[in-house]
Each structure stands twice: as C-alpha cells, then as structure tokens.
C-alpha cells in the first residue's frame, strides 16, 4: 500500500494560532484520522482497562494529551454537500452493501451471483405540469409541452422551449404552481415508503397466483402443512430513494430472488427452477402497475390512494454475463452489471435534494422555514412550505411532515434493504474498526495489545475489561484556521483513498 506523504505544513495564517501553542502537527495528525471531516463531534476523556485477576485499572488513552484536551469523531453524515470525507465513506460503504447483494462476500455467498437479479425504478405519478426535456438521460430533449392557452391563473399552460441543458433551472418546476397539486405531491412523498412495501407484498401475491399456491402456507387442522409461496422463496431487495427536480422522490432497487428454507431461514438456498427472473419481472411490473396505498387526506375528509407513476423500469442483472434471460423479450436488451449498478445507486446515496445544501438539515422552527425559503427555487419553496403548513394540522400530526419538511414530507431513510439482502452499515463500520485494531497506519498487519502489553485476541476477553469516560464537547472546529487544515485533509486523504482503490482495481484480475 503506498502513502502519500503530506506536505510539510506551510507558513500560512491558518496555521498561526496552532503553530504559537505547538499542538500544529498533533492535530494534524487528527485531521488525518478523521480523513478531514467537515464538523466532527469533539470529545473529552479517557479510556483504559480492568485487570478481572488484579483488579488494577491502567488507562491506555487520555485526551489530555491531545491538541486542545480533545478527540475529534467524524460527523458520518452521508451527504456530500455537508461533508465531503464523510459521504465518501458512506458511498464505499453503500457500495459494499449494494455490489454484495449481487455478487456475494461480506457474509453473503457467492451462491447468490446465480439468482435471477432485477434493477428497477419507480417514479411519482403526476401532480401537475412541470418543465420537462421531455427525453431520457443522455438523449436530445424536445419540446417541452406544446399547449396554447393560459390558466385560470393568467399563466401560460403550455411551454414551446427545448430545455436541452439538463442543468436548466426550469426543469421540474411546475409552469404554474396554483395549478400544481402541492399538497398531493408532499403526502405521496410521506407514503412512498409503505407504498413499496404494499407492492413487494403484492408482487408475492401475484407470483403465488401465478403458480398456483397460497401466498402464505399454513398449517392444516390434521397438522399437514399447506406450502405457500412465502415458504419457499424470498424477494430480497436494497433500494435507494432519490430527490427528483420536481421535489418527489423515487425509488431505484435491486432486487433479488432467493430460495427460502424454513428450517433454515438465514441460508440463501438457490430459488426454485419455476422462480425465473421473468416470472419476478412480469410480476412486479404487474404489482406496480396496480398497488395503492391509502393516503391521508389534506383536510381530515375522505382519503385518496397512493400509487406509483405510469413511468417504471425493469432491467436484469447479469452477473460476468451469465444466466440467460429466459428468453423475456418484454424487456429491453440491456443488462447490467453488479459493478454499474453499485456505482450508480452509490452515488444517489450522497446526494442533497436541494443545491447548495439549503435543505440538508430538518427545519425546526419557522424562523428557520423563513431562513432557507430564499435559497430554494420557487416550486422546492413551495414544497418545503406545504410539508410545513400541513406537518402543523393535527389529524396528519403521525406523518411527521415537520420534521421532514426538509425532505419534502419524504419520512423515509435513504438506503433501505430487506434483511437477507446483504450486509448493514453497522457491519462496515465494525469491519473498519476491526481493521484499524488489526493494522498499523501503513496498513500492515499487527497484534492489538492490551494495557499490560499482552497481545489482545479480540476485545471481550475475559481477562480484561474496558473502560472509559468521554464528555461531549462541541461540534465543529473550535478555531477558523483548523476548519482550513481540515479542508486540506480531506483533500489529502481523498487522493490517498483513490490511489487506493486504483491499486485494487489494476489488482483484480479481469
Ligand atoms: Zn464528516
Ligand atoms: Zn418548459
Ligand atoms: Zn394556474
């Protein structure tokens, strides 16, 4: 593994103060253990160990010793915009649980490469007209809409411009925000979460209809079992919801058909030959074609249903280009791979709904709402005010549109998975951990020590107990010039990090 080595720290005005009280090269080497976090959390205190046969107590770590009587942890957050070293941790870690859902490792086996995989997406359905190139990723847009006319508001129905940039401030706004369905959209987005749990159950229920059993197995009176579906497969999927221009979410997955064992419900047995990666493919498109889930109404009267939009997607998965595509010609030709699909749901991960990181943080009072109005397009304003105005009626109080406001009333987390997709964030970070313990800075193997010098096997030994004590002390950094060299870490450690995994990708063979 090759270091970069960090410059010598220059003369400049933000290494004054800590250049004057000699902690400069103390806490830069904090800087580099945080990768150069933006706002990391400051701590106070020690940690040491327990002797369980002498009962001595000898501390291992005081931070005392460190620039400021501090230890600085990284924030985490996964937003690039907030914190750039961060968010590049969680997109790794995002990746890792995408990419071995589809290939295995990380506790998965390699077995489940052979699953039929599907990538799909499902959007909003319409709330009213907004600006549009009218084209998919990639192709020249058209013309926007082509209708004469004006509204009952005065505005124009129709848009005549080509929006080719796709970068245009227009696009996604609606042409006439009186017209546009604000309310609707803002509680389709604080149900699309139980929306996609209502269409995997319903594509089950398709598929048990499909080939002919129950949904559901269960035990007769004569204490037979009937088999249902849910007995011998699984839907496995990780998905990742993303801001769209039009301030509505929608959904990218991956989804994965597993075999089921009741007998041994944490294995990933192969499905049954019947369950084709065509038979999830007609069936999910089925369910999202007709599922609904009830939506609270505006005013407490009456309730409308949820659905998904009429644009989806299906696409396979192919795994170095394996299994055949059971001959589905319902589909287009193109298939992807673990590694595209892992890039591109990892990068949706880390991205803000709003430019300039207006909305990267909940609202908490309408001094607040008032502060970030002005740094938003006219149709997010709008969306972020209803979510606020409707969070404050009592009968939608459950739907915690306040505090999701920021989110455009979405309550819903970021990356979501099914329990046997893969492995969890707190995996990963655990895995680092265990990394760090296990290797020196360099990244060569050594032996953790424990307090008395012993060499440590793993940290709940019983011959030694931890302890510690550690007081929040602030977040951020306590001085202007520190968030400077902060800035110059993260710069440093991402270089590192990418010259890193370079070397791996030249490693693996192709
Ligand atoms: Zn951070
Ligand atoms: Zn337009
Ligand atoms: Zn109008």
Redesign the pocket.
Known sequence: MTTATAPPPALTPETAARRADGTLEAFRAQLDRVAGCTRPIRLSGWSGQADTRTGEIRRTFDSATQPDGTILIPCGNRRASVCPSCSYTYAGDAWQIVHSGLTGGRGVPAEVAEHPGLFVTVTAPSFGM???RNAGKGRPART??RLSGTCPHGQPVG???T?DDPADP??GQA?CLACYDLTGAVLWNATAARLWKRTVDLAYRRMAAQVGMPALGYTRRDGTRRVGLRDLIRISYVKVAEGQQRALIHYHAVMRLDGFDRDNPDAWPPPPAWATGKLLAACWRWAVERAREPCPSPTGAGAHDARWGEQHDEQHIAVDGGAELDGDTTMTGRRLSPQAVGNYLAKYTTKSVADGGALDRPIRKTADLFAVLPFLNPHQAAMVKTAWTLGGRRHLEALRLRANAHQYGYRGHWLTKSRRYSTTFGACRQERRDWNRTHDSAGNPRTPLDAWNRPLENDTGDEVIALGSWRFEGAGYRLAGDAQLAAMAADLARSRREAARDARDTARPS
């Open positions: 907004v600006h549009t926007c809409h848009c005549w411009r929006h227009l696009l042409l």
